[in-house]
């Protein structure tokens, strides 16, 4: 796993970069306010030149870069390794140290940022934009104090950006891959194997079976005693605790809703919402022009091939307010819906439009509100009180012998029942256990492995979630007799007597086959429908539904000698009949892929060298290891992923 996500880590050297930038990212989320206040101030993590990089910086980006991951894929179990959350800090903070090293080179080398260029840069960048694309200086501060930021802030971070561009980034253009080396890869992975395959399952023999007679039942039955022995049984209490069932329990005042619900008045509050397709033109003449042509029926995408001077607009569930300019707006909620209106004369020149959707207002009362507004707060606040209980948890279960004085008001749930190795109960069912998959299988596998009668103790998983178990009864797993057992033993017998009979038609048709071919030997039989013929499978396309175990030995195989294998539960006949290579657009385009992914790697390693020249003429100095890792802790906990210690080794303290 820490293999995996240093590959998450470190796969585009570009990627490297935008971790300067991670406060943007920061703010984009909006994560959380009071970030700042969790670290410890007046001292840095690491010094570069007169320089510091401080906790808030550093917790910042490991924000941005654990929102990344999990964004890609990356299981949050994962995350909480402390091997994987060491190898995220570390990796977070090279990156921040190559960057400061780069604009210490910038500014060595004479390399000057204008306050121009600084704004014309905070100025495009998207998240301070308003729904018309434009900078919103408003929204820049409210985003900023939302998270702790101020101007000057956001002035150096940019401008550090700007100097790693200069001195950094670009230069990782200069990498360029051996097109022969590509070409040589591509073909490889294109090349077409055709193959006529045919699938035949167990269960789909058409063989006419005899029924079983009892002396072969008595003799299958004999032959295979531990198909037919009822599994071990436990009866166990349980209690659990989850960010769910904690969360359950959280009052959440009615003052705390209320402002909740007038701070989202806009979206409780809905008016009419109206989306609408509008052309403009300074022009009444043509604006004439447009409103015929529509009239006739033309459609949108007609419309702007006819009237390219004119400026097309289309806006889905807009308000009033949505639309700066007043008349259009006035015109565009007093239009009727699905005729062309217009021409309109509006502040700016002239427009036709036609209203395609209206959304009547709709008002959503506190009342209404208030079940939904609870269970989000309840579901933000239920890590965080989930890891403050558990202390609590632990003495309640540690003072309870019984699991019967379990305090209600921790939020753990109480179960109990019997059930077998494989999580069933003496039904078959699965049996109803607290929690998510991966606590229910570790519930399973505590119960099997904790002796009868044993005090129950807390177990806790990855995400902070927690269980005890008590196993107060055992029934050792034991034969069962014939008669019990009869319906499965003829059941088993006869799934074992149509796995024998494909094999035996299967084997039969691999031995026509061998004499011609397969599409021959399955011709005028009815089995010819199930033939796949000129099947293409490359190493990047597969067969498709085809087992590992087929697929694979697709590419050994010579073409011209049929195969049979047995794999997922049926016999498969295959057959190479040519390998030929791609055509040509097919191998290019993979060779594109490689060319550009082999070409990261060669920046992400030409920027690692350069970083580490920078370094050795500025070295980093005054790390403090013991910050560092105060700082990742807090970051973490701030996301809500817990910290797991390592497993403590035989005699040490």
Known sequence: MITALRRFLVDSWFG???????????????????????????????????????????????????????????????????GAQQEIGQEVLRNMVIGREAALAARRNGISVSDALIRETVFSMPEFRNARGQFDRQKMLTLLQRNGLDENYLISQTKQFLFTEATLLGLGDSAQVPASLTAMVARFLTQHYV??????????????????????????????????????????RIVAMTPDTVAASLQVP???????????????????????????????????????????HADWKELQKRFPQAIPVSLDGARREDLPDAALAK???????????????????????????????????????????????????????????????????????????????????????????????????????????????????????????ALPHVVTLADGSAFAVLVDDVVPSHPRN???SQADVRSAWLQAARKRAQNEQATALLQKAKTGSLAAAVTATPLAPQLQKDQV?????????????????????????????EAGGAFWLLEVTARVPAPATEVEAVQRQLTLRQQRGMQTDL??????????????????????????QNAFQQLGIAVQQPARQAGTP
């Open 16 to 82: 490297r970069a935008l971790i300067l930038l991670c406060f943007i990212a920061f703010v984009g989320f909006g994560a959380y306010a009071g970030l700042s206040g969790s670290f410890s101030s007046g001292a840095d993590v690491v010094v570069i030149g007169h320089e510091g990089i401080t906790p808030q910086q550093l917790g910042r980006a490991i924000d941005q870069q654990v929102v990344g991951l999990e964004n890609r894929g990356i299981p949050t179990a994962a995350l909480a390794q402390p």
């Open 195 to 236: 193959v006529d395959v045919i699938e035949l399952p167990f269960e789909a023999s058409t063989a006419s079976l005899p029924q079983p007679t009892e002396a072969q039942l008595h003799r299958f039955y004999d032959n295979h005693p531990a198909q037919f022995s009822a599994p071990e049984l436990r009866h166990a």
């Open 254 to 296: 009615d003052k705390i809703v209320h402002e909740v619900y007038v701070e989202r008045a806009r979206d409780y509050n809905q008016p009419e919402l109206r989306s609408v397709k509008v052309m403009g033109t300074s022009s009444a003449v043509q604006a004439q022009e447009i409103a015929q042509a529509w009239h006739k």
């Open 331 to 453: 015109a565009v909620f007093a239009a009727p819906l699905g005729k062309v209106t217009g021409p309109v004369r509006t502040d700016s020149g002239w427009a036709v439009l036609l209203v395609s959707v209206i959304t009547p207002p709709h008002l959503t009362t506190e009342a209404q509100a208030k079940p939904g507004i609870i269970a989000e707060i309840q579901k933000l606040q239920g890590p965080a009180l989930l890891k403050s209980r558990a202390k609590a948890f632990q003495e309640a279960v540690a003072g309870s012998t019984n699991l019967e004085k379990i305090p209600a008001d921790l939020g753990a749930v109480p179960a109990s029942g019997r059930l077998d190795a494989q999580g069933r109960t003496e039904a078959g069912m699965p049996a109803p256990l607290p929690g998510t998959p991966t606590m229910q299988s570790a519930i399973v596998r505590q119960i099997f492995s904790q002796r009868k009668g």
């Open 482 to 484: 014939f008669e019990e």
């Open 537 to 565: 499978v490359t190493h990047l396309k597969s067969l498709p539904k085809a087992p590992q175990l087929v697929a694979s030995a697709l590419f050994r195989m010579k073409p011209g000698v049929p195969v049979m294998l």
């Open 607 to 632: 920027l690692d060298s350069l970083g580490q020249a920078y370094a050795h003429e500025v070295p980093p100095e005054k790390f403090n290891p013991a910050l560092f890792r105060q700082t990742l």
